[in-house]
């Protein structure tokens, strides 16, 4: 369940299982501008739910909420990414029956939903994400794009959380985070190319709309410093380098970790989405 002011909509089947999207609107008729709400979970948990707080903040500060639960763990990559650029080519064609405004879309993402945001908004035109037909004219660009500490890139985590373990008694955060990176990507090639890190420093071709990356510090699971990085920085620091590089503007909010998620921190990720779907 995503929240008891949640609409959840079946927006598209796999078989017997329904692409569902759970809609939070604000006050009034609209149309409002929307983001898209990607949750967290190692590419393998989580559901939507866990944007309903999110949801319900940007709603009071009249910016509707799309969380979707996208397929995840065995679907593998690039069956999220194909359900993320289907929700928002879906958007655009039905928001409007829905209150939305069809040419202000945004997305969001925590984690590894913060990563597969990434990849939605910097590929929108990826042949293999916009796999998902749908009846009606409309792309798959966002205007903007909001990250909160995300798995930006899996390789150099997967490594990282490798090693710990292989080194003998990890931290207690690693966890099973080498099984959930195995389970929905398969091949540390795949961790390379699904990787908008890397996708940046190879020179692709890509969108970079106008981005906020919130991060907790210190987090040992999303801040460090990959040792093969040409880049004396850790991760976050790293990719907001990268981003600019490639010409895209961005913000870096720095939260204490233990608080990151309190909602009464978020007014700069808020304040980022109303200036940008304004």
């Known amino acids: 369940m995503a929240g008891e ?14 692409l569902t999207l759970h809609l939070i609107r604000p006050s009034g008729d609209g149309p409002h501008p929307v983001v898209v709400d990607l949750h967290g979970g190692g590419w393998c948990k ?5 944007c309903a707080v999110r949801g319900e903040l ?18 593998g990559y690039p069956a999220s990414s194909q359900d993320i650029n289907y929700a928002i080519r879906w958007l655009k064609v039905h928001g409007p029956d829905h209150g ?3 040419a202000r879309v945004g997305i969001n993402g925590q984690s590894s939903g913060g990563h597969l945001a990434a990849l939605a908004a910097m590929r929108p035109d990826d042949a293999r994400y916009g796999a998902l037909p749908l009846e009606g004219d409309a792309d798959a660009t966002v205007k903007c794009l909001g990250l909160m500490w995300p798995v930006i890139n899996p390789l150099s985590r997967y490594r990282r959380v490798v090693a710990l373990r ?3 008694d990890p931290p207690g955060w690693v966890g099973d985070l080498p099984e959930r990176h195995d389970t929905y990507w398969v ?10 890190m890397l996708a940046l420093e190879r ?19 999303h801040e460090y410093r990959d040792p093969e990085s040409p880049r004396d920085m850790d991760e976050p620091d790293r990719f907001v380098a990268n981003y600019r590089d490639a010409g895209g503007e961005i913000g870096l909010v720095e939260l204490p970790q233990d608080d990151r998620s309190n909602p009464d921190r978020l007014g700069p990720l808020v304040d980022f989405f109303k200036t940008h779907l304004a």
């Open 100 to 102: 939305i405004d069809p």
């Open 203 to 221: 020179g692709e071709d890509v969108v970079t709309p106008p981005a906020i990356w919130v991060q907790g510090r210190p987090d040992p699971v």
């Open 187 to 196: 091949s540390e090639e795949a961790m390379e190319e699904g990787n908008p």
């Open 5 to 18: 002011n949640a609409q959840p909509i079946d927006i598209y089947r796999h078989g017997d299982a329904p």
């Open 46 to 50: 989580g559901d939507a739910g866990e």
């Open 58 to 75: 940007f709603a009071a500060n009249g910016v509707a909420s799309a969380a979707l639960d996208f397929r995840q763990a065995e679907a």
């Open 166 to 168: 292989a080194a003998g």
